[in-house]
Nanobody, 117 residues
Framework: QVQLVESGGGLVQPGGSLRFSCVASGDTSDLSFLGWFRQAPGGQREFVAIVLSGGKTNVAASVAGRFVISSDNVKGTWNLQMNSLKPEDTAVYYC???????????WGQGTQVTVSS
């Protein structure tokens, strides 16, 4: 199986920056679609960013130009650099990966980000 552990997050003022990291452990062979999702209070979980096959990245329109996703597939880690944060970015952020070996997605535990002055 695969375990994901997130780090980062916290409280930041509007316009500030935060960096998330997600580390995969266990059977990390054949992982793909390393991504980040978020869920605001009272809202549904939504896509934020993803690393696709071949290293191509994709981000949601709401964070384009502000958030950058990166990964190290050898180490089984990926990061989310969040810049120019806005109050509407306040949410619990989750990392997610798909294991082709187990044909299952795995989620991190979730980390709170609060953007407030």
């Amino acid at each position: 199986q695969v375990q994901l552990v997130e780090s980062g997050g916290g409280l930041v003022q509007p316009g500030g920056s935060l960096r998330f990291s997600c580390v995969a452990s266990g059977d990390t062979s054949d992982l793909s679609f390393l991504g980040w999702f978020r869920q605001a209070p009272g809202g549904q979980r939504e896509f934020v960013a993803i690393v696709l096959s071949g290293g191509k990245t994709n981000v949601a329109a709401s964070v384009a130009g502000r958030f950058v996703i990166s990964s190290d597939n050898v180490k089984g880690t990926w990061n989310l650099q969040m810049n120019s944060l806005k109050p509407e970015d306040t949410a619990v952020y989750y990392c997610k990966v798909y294991s082709h070996r187990y044909m299952s997605p795995y989620w991190g535990q979730g980390t709170q980000v609060t953007v407030s002055s």
